[in-house]
């Protein structure tokens, strides 16, 4: 609704324009009456009003003075001048000002008052209108040009190196590789990715959320910078210098990338790790080094949450991970049977460490986790309790997407914790399966906020009944277990990581640090940091 202020030092008038306008009708809301010019003005600095009726003649300030003020705190307030004054100067000095309409008191008929209110209102909407199309139609021209320079660029890696001369006039356009210009590419890829696109309307949408806030930061970066968001996941970054001893280019752009992830973390909070490409001081040898990043698929699988690593030439790797597939499946197995979360987990990490210095085919560790997964619910049906939101069809479906082998371990400690949940929980008879179905879905999701609503909607129950059963059920409101389960993730977090009191809050789905701490004591009895100390 579009708020009316209405200023006036004579107060019975004042209390009849309030009183003889229905506007609750008129689609208006009136929040504030003011018996003169100061009181409105500082008003309409902490909250300015879309619609201002004012007299003249006031104490302090009169309505002229105020008027002008609104109008430059904002520029398409409606304002009308309500005064006792007919003379001819005031009605001018008025309208200089785009008031847009002078009203006679001792001839103003409330029906008057109405109708104009009607018509601001009419006028506010209609630019309100237009100013969503303009803005509909640059951001349709924004995505436009961009998928334009994407596409430009992506021929330009794919498609033989046939026109240099065009190229490099194109490439100048971008103020890209003049003479005596080098040109260094780098590639960002999107941590978690699968997680992070739930947040957003689609994948188009985080697309263009992630080029707007690239475009923003590059223009601040030291080095002259193009953003070029070469797929869903990945974005190329080129950027342009002027070989010198004095300066180091990869300190200069190590600077500038970080500077890139601390605004993607701020602004949208996702994480991108990088690799540095090689220098090039012509096409010929940028295009290569273009297509040497996107290829780079087993060195961005080895790249840790949020690294920057220079690109390295792909050296073959040995198979060979399958060799320790059943003592790793013993080792999980057994801490599964004994009901220890904690060990299962740590006993993921070792995994994970042993895999990252060997560097295996990512293909190959996909393959061993997979199975692994699969053979522990088959091996362990009866203790899980699983049913097929863990099948294999949708395990395979997961894993498939993953091109980082952070990610790959985070998912798989995630299934291991929902695995514990289920034995633990299991384990006591009167359990039924909608609360393990309820804990494991806890468990994968403990990295976001889960809503009652959502979790009835999995279960298909009705919320209100949903609420009184797990209570009845398990002994705790559905809120008492999500933030028992969210302290005990923190303390792992806490113990087995270096990760800030900052990133563990983000990463158990907590927007409040404040409030993430206080929950913290309340549970463990003292903060993360004295917990960590």
């Known amino acids: 609704m579009y708020k009316v202020m209405l200023v006036d030092d004579d107060y019975p ?41 004012t007299d003249i003649g006031m104490p302090k300030m009169d309505g002229l003075e105020l008027a002008a003020r609104i109008k430059q705190l904002n520029p398409s307030v409606r304002i009308a001048i309500l005064s006792c004054h007919s003379e001819f100067q005031y009605a001018q000095q008025a309208m200089r000002m785009n008031v847009q309409d002078y009203l006679l008191k001792d001839q103003l008929d409330p029906g008057d008052l109405v109708k104009l209110l009607g018509k601001f209102k009419e006028g506010l909407e209609g630019e309100l209108l237009l100013r969503q199309e303009q803005l509909q139609m640059k951001h349709l021209f924004d995505e436009t040009r961009e998928l334009r320079k994407e596409k430009h660029f992506r021929n330009f890696i794919q498609q033989p190196l046939i026109s240099a001369a065009q190229w490099q006039r194109d490439f100048a356009a971008y103020g890209l590789l003049g003479a005596g210009e080098h040109c260094l590419p780098v590639i960002g890829y999107i941590d978690d990715y699968d997680t992070i696109k739930n947040r957003f309307d689609s994948e188009q949408t985080l697309h263009f959320a992630i080029s707007n806030v690239m475009e923003e930061v590059s223009g601040t970066l030291d080095l002259h910078t193009v953003h070029i968001g070469y797929s869903i996941r990945q974005s190329l ?52 080094a273009l297509g040497n990043l996107i290829a780079a698929n087993e060195q961005r699988f080895y790249l ?52 990252r210095k060997a560097r295996y085919p990512s293909e190959e560790v996909k393959d061993w986790v997979l199975k692994l997964l699969i053979d522990l619910r088959l091996k362990l049906h009866g203790l899980l309790y699983t049913t097929s939101s863990t099948s294999a069809e949708t395990l395979h479906k997961e ?111 907590y927007d409040n640090q404040s409030y993430f701490i206080k929950t913290f004591k309340a549970q463990a009895g003292v903060t993360p940091t004295e917990y960590r100390g």
Request: glycine letters at 6%; hydrophobic letters at 40%; aromatic letters at 10%.
């Open 13 to 53: 008038v004042l209390e009849l324009l309030s009183e003889a306008v229905d506007w609750e009708a008129l689609g208006l809301t009136l929040y504030g009456k003011h018996e003169n010019g100061l009181a409105a003005w500082e008003h309409a600095q902490l909250d300015s009003p879309d619609i201002v009726v």
């Open 237 to 288: 970054l080129l950027f342009g210098y002027k070989p010198s001893l004095k300066t180091n280019v990869h300190d200069q752009i190590q600077s500038g990338l970080r500077t890139v992830q601390r605004t993607l973390a701020q602004v949208l909070k996702i994480r991108m790790a990088f690799l540095i490409g090689r220098g090039c001081d012509s096409l010929e040898t940028l295009k290569p």
């Open 304 to 355: 840790a949450e949020g690294e920057i690593a220079k690109w390295q030439p792909e050296r073959l790797i040995e198979k060979g991970l399958f060799a320790y597939y059943d003592q790793a499946g013993a080792e999980i197995r057994e801490a599964l049977i004994a009901r220890d979360e904690a060990k299962i987990v740590t006993i993921a990490g070792n995994w994970e460490e042993a895999v």
């Open 399 to 509: 894993i498939v997407h993953f091109d980082s082998q952070w990610g790959l371990f985070q998912w798989l400690k995630s299934h291991l914790r929902s695995y514990a949940a289920a034995r633990e929980e299991g384990a006591t008879a009167s359990k039924r399966r909608e609360v393990s179905e309820a804990y494991k879905f806890i468990s994968l999701n403990l990295s976001r906020r889960i809503t009652l609503e959502e979790l009835a909607s999995h279960l298909h129950m009705n919320p209100s009944y949903f609420s009184r059963f797990f209570k009845k059920e398990t002994g705790q409101t559905f809120i008492e277990y999500v933030t028992g389960k969210k302290i005990e993730r923190a303390k792992e977090l806490l113990d087995q990581t270096n990760h800030s009191v900052h990133e563990i809050c983000e990463m158990l789905g």
